[in-house]
C-alpha cells in the first residue's frame, strides 16, 4: 500500500510516500480502507517535532480517518467486512481502572494515531476494533473523517470540564480552528445565553455566526479583553474555550466573570502562561486542563451528527498526494474548519 512517512522532524518536505506492507491485523481489530482522512494540528507538532516529547520515529502521521472494513478479527462482533466506519483516534489500554469506568482518555498508556503508533495517512490501516465506529446515516466518508478529533475535544473541553450551564455566556478563541468552530456549535446546543467568537478576519467571524457565534472580535484589530469587557457590561464570560496558550492566558484570566472557568486544551502560541493570582482566587475562577475524551462521548456525539444538531466543518478536499500543501495551509492557519484527504 501506499503511505506518508516522517522519519525525521521538519517542513512539510519531511513527508514521504512510500510503499508498505498493509498492517498485519489481530483477532481483536480491524482492518480499513482508509477512504478520507481529517488532518489535525497534532499532525504538525508530530511533523515538526515538540521539545522533550519523542516520537517513534518512523512513523505514518495521521490520527482521524473514515473507511470501509476489509477484515474484521475473530473476536470483533459489532462490524464486519463492507461496513462503512469512521475510527476514533485515541487509544487506551482498555483494561486499567480509568478505562473500565469509562474515562479511557485518562488511561496512563492512552496515545493518538499517528502519534504513538502508525496512523491513517494510507491506504490501510489496523486498529482495535473498539476505534472503529459505524458512520452515522446521512454523513459522507469526508464528514466522518472531519470530526471525531476536534468535536471530541471541544466536547469534552465544554461539557465535561467546563460544565457549560444554560445562559452562560462563552468566548471561544480562534474560531477558525477545528476544535473552535466544534465549540461553538456544542455551545449552541447547550443553550449558552451568548457565544462570543475571536478570529484573525472578518470573513472567519461570519462563518462563525453562521455556527451559532453572537458576537465576534477580530483580534487582530482590537483587543479581545477589552472588547469582552464592553460586550459584557463590564461583567466577563463564564467560561473561555481556548487552545492558544501564551498569547492569551492573562487576558483570559481578566476576562473570566466571578465564578469562571478556563478550559485549555492546547498551547499553540507556547507553553509558558503568567497572570496575577489574586485574580484566581478573589474571584473564584477554575482552571483547567483537558485533553481529548472518552469513547463514550464521541458515541453521543455520532448520535447528535445522525440527528443534525451538529455538523462536521471541512474547508476542503485534497488527493492525499498534496499532504505537504495540506501541511502548509494549515500552518499559515488560512482554514475554516478542516482539511480532508483522499487517497
Known amino acids: 500500500m501506499k503511505a506518508v512517512v516522517i522519519r525525521e522532524h521538519g517542513g512539510p518536505d519531511v513527508l514521504r510516500f512510500e510503499e508498505r506492507p498493509v498492517p498485519e491485523r489481530g483477532p481483536g481489530d480491524v482492518l480499513v480502507e482508509v477512504k478520507a482522512i481529517g488532518l489535525n494540528h497534532l499532525d504538525l507538532w508530530v511533523r515538526q517535532g515538540v521539545p522533550g516529547h519523542k516520537f517513534p520515529l518512523p512513523i505514518v502521521p495521521g490520527c482521524d480517518a473514515s473507511g470501509v472494513v476489509r477484515e474484521a478479527g475473530s473476536l470483533v462482533a459489532h462490524v464486519k467486512p463492507g461496513d462503512r466506519v469512521f475510527l476514533a483516534p485515541g487509544v487506551a489500554c482498555g483494561v486499567c481502572p480509568a478505562c473500565a469506568s469509562g474515562r479511557d482518555n ?31 446515516e446521512g454523513l459522507s466518508f469526508e464528514d466522518a473523517a472531519a470530526f471525531p478529533l476536534t468535536f471530541l475535544t471541544a466536547w469534552h473541553m465544554v461539557v465535561a470540564r467546563a460544565a457549560l450551564r444554560p445562559g452562560e455566556t462563552v468566548l471561544v478563541h480562534a474560531a477558525g480552528s477545528g476544535v473552535s468552530a466544534a465549540a461553538i456549535q456544542i455551545c449552541r446546543l447547550l443553550g449558552a445565553g451568548r457565544i462570543l467568537a475571536t478570529a484573525g478576519s472578518e470573513e472567519k467571524l461570519a462563518k462563525a455566526r453562521e455556527l451559532g457565534a453572537t458576537d465576534g472580535i477580530p483580534y487582530r484589530e482590537k483587543d479581545f479583553a477589552e472588547e469582552v469587557r464592553r460586550l459584557t457590561g463590564k461583567r466577563g464570560v463564564d467560561v473561555i474555550v481556548d487552545h492558544v496558550g501564551t498569547d492569551t492566558f492573562d487576558k483570559n484570566v481578566r476576562s473570566l466573570a466571578a465564578g469562571g472557568r478556563l478550559v ?66 494549515m500552518g499559515e492557519r488560512s482554514l475554516f474548519g478542516k482539511i480532508v484527504l483522499r487517497p
Open 106 to 136: 485518562l488511561c496512563r498508556r492512552y496515545g493518538m494515531l499517528g502519534e504513538m503508533r502508525d496512523g491513517t495517512c494510507a491506504e490501510f490501516v489496523s486498529v482495535p476494533a473498539r476505534n472503529a465506529i459505524p458512520i452515522p
Open 264 to 329: 485549555l486544551c492546547g498551547a499553540t502560541s507556547g507553553f509558558e502562561g503568567k497572570t496575577d493570582l489574586r485574580f484566581v482566587f478573589f474571584k473564584n475562577l477554575s482552571i483547567l486542563g483537558s485533553t481529548m475524551g472518552s469513547l463514550a462521548e464521541l458515541h453521543e456525539i455520532a448520535a447528535h451528527l445522525a440527528a443534525g444538531r451538529l455538523k462536521p466543518i471541512v474547508d476542503s478536499v485534497l488527493p492525499l498526494s498534496e499532504v505537504k500543501e495540506a501541511h502548509r495551509r
